[in-house]
Structure formats: structure tokens, C-alpha cells
């Protein structure tokens, strides 16, 4: 049954004959305003260094030289903001096979690279890469970075009663690099996931010109739906799906398979210490898989988030630590965790420091198995699990995509497809 707590909306689409107002494609991948020449990480912010092509080499080599064999796929997609392929485990899961990666952030290629030795190389900013470069594929899926967009240049078009597109409205935004791939490539699918904040961000429009372009210009068909992760995971984290298909199909989010809400607490994620976990080096040391002492607060930063959350109590603000133990449920796990850990602390006791999350807990805490590889450091791997996805729920909405993805694939030139009935995967 769907959550009440969850937001709904299935947008139908315009006729594709909307597309007229696009710019001519397909892209060139030259334009002097879509690329900036500066590299965007997945969350927007510029990043001036150039990803280390020794170690992805090394990386992918953990996997030998020879071909990965792939087996049989029953559709290919596309990883754009790829991040550390929290979106692609949920594609992998229902047969799909990854042809194109893009992902700036050198350190999450490494991530990405160690995990999945695709034996072709990992794409850096997407602004600077032409769609007639990117393989025809079935599904695209992006977690693309919230930025707003400019009006400036359609107030002046609407001044001069001159139509106005996409190109206009989301130029200089990684949304518009999605937009552009989705109208030259015409895949049939897509799903695309944001912060939950993407609906009311600047003030709604943001949100507003996203479905407007996927729906009218573009001719998808939309539904998009915000779900907590805390239906899967100790963790409340509530992130945006956005669906889409080329055709009209009977897709619903009451296909989701939603477990109650706190049913799954730390416990499951934290080290037991107890010896009957083996130690992993450097999280944890044998012989009974203690945690590292170095996660543990130091006296002068536990002193100070003590002394900065009374502050902001008697002030009557919000601010403060959160402090959990085995059967508690987290705050959002956050890029900013390596700073502190302030907002999940795991508690040790009366009387002694708390201690902040392994990297090896924060990749339970998102739902990654315990063979997914972390091979950077600390404050890297505290970053890529706090931008990432939670996997189970990303996996969830894949499998409720997967019956109408192979309907499309299976009559690629019907344009009605919401009677047909669907077998689930």
C-alpha cells in the first residue's frame, strides 16, 4: 500500500509533436554555452583536478585483463552523476547492462572502477562529452545535481514573442545534459533521483521547468514520487524518483514493496565487536573486530559539539549531535561526515566518547554489501556514501520499471501501451 506520507503525481505527457520548440540535434558536444570547459562533480561544485588514470587502470585490473563476461542482459542503460553506482546495483539487479558511465569526481571513479571492472573506460564531464559518443541505449538513469535555473534569457524571448525550449530554460545546468541525451537518444525509459527539497527549490520553478521539459518537449511520460529509505534501511533519508517512459504505460507506485517504516535499527549495520565478525583493516582490528580507537571523538571535538548543541538548545534552535545506539534509527547520512559526525554519533557508554561511523558502517547504512570495495581513504569514502543513494530503495523502483521497460522493448512502434497487460519480472 502507498505511504501517505509520500507525494504522488503522474504528469501524462504532451503529443511528441511538442518537441518542435527543441534546438536541432542531435548535440555536437561543442556548443560554446552548454560547456563550460570547468568539471562539475555530481553536486555541481568545480573540481580542478583531473581524474588519476594509473590508479582506475589498477583498479580495473583487480578484475584481470581479459573481458568481463556479461550475462545475457535483457536491456542496456546508461550511468550519468554515476557517483559510486549506487543507481546502476539497482539496474544490475533486474538484468540490465551498463554501456556508458559518466562520473567527474576522481576519487568516486576509483570507487567505481574497483566495483564494477567494466573494462571501458569511465566518462569525466558529461558537458564535455557528445551525445553522438554515447551508445544507443534502452534506460537512462542520472542522479543529477540540484541547480537552478535562469530565467533571464526567457523573459527576454517571451518580451520578444519568440518560443522558447529546454536549451533556454536549463542552459548551464547538468539537467540540460540529461535533457539533451534524452532527445537525441530516445531511450524508453529513464529514472532519474534528486533531493527531496527538488519540488520546493527556488521556490518551486526549478521542479516546475524539470517536468515540463521531460513532459512537453520532450514527450515522456512522467511520475515521480518521494520515498524514505527508512522503509529498507536504519536511516531516514527521503529522496525524489522521477520516472519517465517514452510510451504510455500502466506504471504505479502501489507496485512498490514498501516494509513498514523503523522496522530495520542500527543494530544491523553497526560492528559487534565481539568477535564474530572478522576484522577488516583499517575499520576494524583483531582479534575481536573492535572498531578502530581513531573513530572515536577526541576530548576537544566531543567537548565542543557538547558545548555548541547547549548553545543552540537555550537558544531555542534545533542544532546539536544526534548520539544513537543499537536499536535507535539515523539522522541522513551526510557528504559532510567526515568533518565531525555530528549528525550520527554511535554511542559507547556512560562516561566515555562517542565515536563516529566506520566507512564500512556507512556502506551498510546505504544498503551496499559488505564485498563492495572501499579503496580511498576515509574522508573520501565518508563523502561518497553520504551523496549516495540508498541502494534498496533505487533497487525497489528498478523492479517495478523492469515489466514496462521490456513492453516497450518488446513493441518498440505501438503508441498505447496502457492496456497491454504486463508480466512482472
Known amino acids: 500500500m502507498p505511504d501517505n506520507h509520500l507525494s504522488e503525481s503522474h504528469i501524462q505527457a504532451a503529443p511528441i509533436a511538442a518537441k518542435a520548440t527543441l534546438p536541432p540535434g542531435p548535440d555536437t558536444g561543442s556548443g560554446p554555452d552548454s560547456h563550460s570547459g570547468k568539471k562539475q562533480t555530481r553536486h555541481g561544485k568545480r573540481d580542478s583536478s583531473a581524474p588519476d588514470d594509473s590508479a582506475l587502470a589498477m583498479l580495473r585490473g583487480l ?11 535483457r536491456f542496456t542503460f546508461i550511468d550519468l552523476f554515476a557517483g559510486i553506482g549506487g543507481l546502476r546495483r539497482g539496474f544490475d539487479a533486474i538484468g540490465g547492462q551498463c554501456v556508458f558511465t559518466s562520473e567527474w569526481n576522481k576519487f568516486a571513479q576509483q ?15 558529461i558537458t564535455q562529452v557528445s551525445t553522438a559518443d554515447i551508445p544507443d541505449h534502452d534506460v537512462l538513469v542520472a542522479g543529477f545535481p540540484c541547480q537552478p535555473f535562469s530565467i533571464a534569457g526567457v523573459s527576454k524571448k517571451n518580451s520578444l514573442g519568440r518560443s522558447h525550449g529546454f536549451a533556454c530554460e536549463t542552459q548551464g545546468t547538468l539537467f540540460f545534459d540529461v535533457a539533451r541525451i534524452l532527445r537525441d ?3 524508453a525509459a529513464f529514472l532519474l533521483e534528486n533531493v527531496k527539497n527538488l519540488q520546493s527549490h527556488d521556490g518551486g520553478r526549478t521542479f516546475d521547468v524539470i517536468l515540463r521539459t521531460l513532459r512537453d518537449e520532450l514527450g515522456y511520460h512522467v511520475w515521480h514520487r518521494v520515498i524514505d529509505a527508512k522503509h529498507f534501511l536504519p536511516q531516514h533519508r527521503e529522496r525524489i524518483a522521477i520516472v519517465g517512459f ?3 504505460v500502466p506504471f504505479s507506485w502501489n507496485a512498490l514493496h514498501l516494509p513498514e517504516k523503523g522496522a530495520s535499527r542500527l ?10 565478525e572478522p576484522a577488516e583493516s ?11 580507537p581513531k573513530y572515536v571523538l577526541t576530548d576537544k571535538l566531543w567537548a565542543y559539539l557538547r558545548n555548541y548543541a547547549a548553545k543552540h538548545q537555550a537558544a531555542g534552535n534545533g542544532f546539536g549531535f544526534g548520539l544513537t545506539g543499537p536499536d535507535d534509527v539515523a539522522r541522513t547520512l551526510s557528504a559532510r561526515y567526515y568533518k565531525d559526525g555530528s549528525e550520527i554519533l554511535v554511542s559507547r557508554g ?4 562517542p565515536r563516529r561511523l566506520t566507512p564500512r558502517e556507512c556502506a551498510r547504512l546505504m544498503g551496499y554489501p559488505d564485498t563492495f570495495r572501499i579503496p580511498v581513504s576515509d574522508t573520501q569514502a565518508y563523502k561518497q556514501f553520504g551523496n549516495s543513494v540508498a541502494v534498496p530503495v533505487f533497487t525497489e523502483v528498478a523492479r517495478i520499471m523492469a515489466p514496462h521497460i521490456a513492453t516497450l522493448l518488446e513493441n518498440p512502434g505501438s503508441e498505447q501501451i496502457a492496456d497491454l497487460v504486463t508480466e512482472t519480472f
Not at 572502477?113 to 573506460?121: C, G, L, V
Not at 556512560?350 to 566518547?353: A, D, L, S, V
Open 63 to 73: 578484475a584481470g585483463s581479459q573481458p568481463v563476461p556479461h550475462p545475457p542482459s
Open 350 to 353: 556512560e562516561n566515555r566518547n
Open 246 to 248: 517514452r510510451e504510455n
Open 282 to 292: 583499517p575499520f576494524t582490528e583483531a582479534p575481536d573486530g573492535k572498531v578502530s
Open 185 to 187: 537518444k530516445r531511450p
Open 267 to 276: 543494530r544491523t549495520i553497526l560492528h559487534p565487536e565481539d568477535g564474530s
Open 111 to 125: 570507487t567505481y572502477a574497483a566495483n564494477f571492472p567494466d573494462n571501458r573506460p569511465i566518462a569525466g564531464d
